[in-house]
Antibody, heavy 120, light 109 residues
């Protein structure tokens, strides 16, 4: 059973970079079944896909965030990371990592989520 | 198109059947998946693909698609089904862009 766990600072200052890591256990990040995705939910808002990465490093980003987002993968550690730069209060959200099934195109395993607040 | 549209809120009497819909051009080419989201919890995949329920999801949850509309049906809604429900699909551009609907708040009366 795959398990995902987000980690990173819960508070980020405006204009700085939000950095989160997702550790994968119970399976390998080099699986050919999945991309590895980041999704967020701002307070009172819906789910928003941020982007996904394949273990080879191929990335796909939400066009609305593409200019500020970098997702990377570390296969030696079975983890992948999210960097979102130039953050504002609008980036305050619960950030989730999740498996992004290549064939079924769904997100079936999710981390518990981590709240990131952007505030000075 | 890059939009999936859901009704903001739906209610159902306990034990009755409710349908939650999701409209979008991408659904003409791609199946929708459906997620149950409760406060303070991670989303849970309840329907995937044509009408597949992951292990552990009760069989009162089912999915269907017609044209540009996907539907999640709960037959015999239970109190624990009260939650927000989100649809999701790839967009129709072929660029591996995932899109979510705005969510439907389900109230079980």
């Amino acid at each position: 059973q795959l398990q995902l766990q987000e980690s990173g600072p819960g508070l980020v200052k405006p204009s700085e970079t939000l950095s989160l890591t997702c550790a994968v256990s119970g399976g390998s990040i080099t699986s050919t079944t999945y991309y590895w995705g980041w999704i967020r939910q701002a307070p009172g808002k819906g789910l928003e896909w941020i982007g996904s990465i394949y273990y080879s490093g191929t990335t796909y980003y939400n066009p609305s965030l593409k200019s500020r987002v970098t997702i990377s993968v570390d296969t030696s550690k079975d983890q992948f990371s999210l960097n979102l730069n130039s953050v504002t209060a609008a980036d305050t959200a619960v950030y989730y990592c999740a498996t992004d099934d290549i064939v079924r195109a769904d997100f079936d395993y999710w981390g518990q989520g981590t709240l990131v607040t952007v505030s000075s | 198109s890059s939009e999936l549209t859901q009704d903001p809120a739906v209610s159902v009497a306990l034990g009755q059947t409710v349908r939650i819909t999701c409209q979008g051009d991408s659904l003409r080419r791609n199946y929708a998946s459906w997620y149950q989201k409760k406060p303070g919890q991670a989303p849970v995949l309840v329907i995937s693909g044509k009408n597949n329920r992951p292990s552990g999801i009760p069989d009162r949850f089912s999915g269907s698609t017609s044209g540009n509309t996907a539907s999640l049906t709960i037959t015999g809604a239970q109190a624990e089904d009260e939650a927000d429900y989100y649809c999701n699909s790839r967009d129709s551009s072929g660029n591996h862009r995932a899109i979510f609907g705005g969510g439907t708040k389900l109230t079980v009366l």
